[in-house]
């Protein structure tokens, strides 16, 4: 997202990906295509993202990576500070990790 390849992010995510941000979901890769990319990639390439902390599980060919990140930046001319609880769920395919789940949530610090 960061480098703002559509092309790149997409390919990391299995055609079934479930997104969950903020009470929105998007149920698969096509939808979040037409939905939601393109404002992530804007965020990411205006906002800069510290990973605090990220703990990886891996059984077989399911990994699950959690981590908690501050992002910080201006977006759409406001200040934003978040520190963000991030899930993902990864699945092995034809021996590459794709990522099939996603879990995003966040508190502004900025509004508070």
Known sequence: LKAGDRR???EQLTADVLIFEQGRQERSR?????THLAEDIGFASVTTRTVSRRAVKVQANVAWVTSINRTRGK???RTV???TDET?????????WRISHIHWSFVDNALH
């Open 88 to 96: 993902m769920i990864l699945v092995r395919v034809s021996g590459k």
């Open 75 to 77: 977006f759409k001319n």
């Open 81 to 83: 500070d978040f520190v």
């Open 30 to 34: 096509t939808e979040y295509a037409r």
């Open 8 to 10: 790149k992010a997409l």
